[in-house]
């Protein structure tokens, strides 16, 4: 299980806007202070490696993949909605722009500046 919470801790990591690269490096500081690695393992549960164990372990993993496939899935749907939204303000505001009496004022402006 804890190679699993690893898993699970790292893409938490990740989907919070953490680099997930420096989780490794955060683990060895670990092994060059002994006392905090001492104090690290005495709250570590030791892996369950019993048939039953294994099957809840790879339970857990499909659960958090499907959970992430679909946040992956939520947020590309998600992107894709915003993108077309922002196209449709846009196309909607070139076409006010191009409109005639528009196009007039801001010329008049623009030539009363220039004068």
């Known amino acids: 299980m804890e190679k699993e919470a690893d898993y699970i801790g790292l893409l938490l990591v990740a989907s919070a806007g953490y680099d997930p ?15 905090m690695l001492t104090d690290y393992r005495s709250t570590q549960h030791q892996p369950d490696i019993s048939p039953a164990g294994l099957v809840a372990q790879a339970e857990a993993k499909y659960r958090a993949e499907a959970k992430y496939r679909a946040v992956l899935q939520c947020q590309a749907e998600e992107k894709k909605r915003a993108e077309m939204l922002f196209q449709a303000q846009v196309r909607k505001r070139a076409e006010l722009l191009a409109q005639a009496q528009v196009m007039d004022e801001a010329l008049a402006i623009y030539k009363n500046e220039r004068d």
């Open 21 to 35: 690269r420096v989780a490794p490096k955060v683990l060895e500081k670990f092994i060059d202070r002994d006392s």
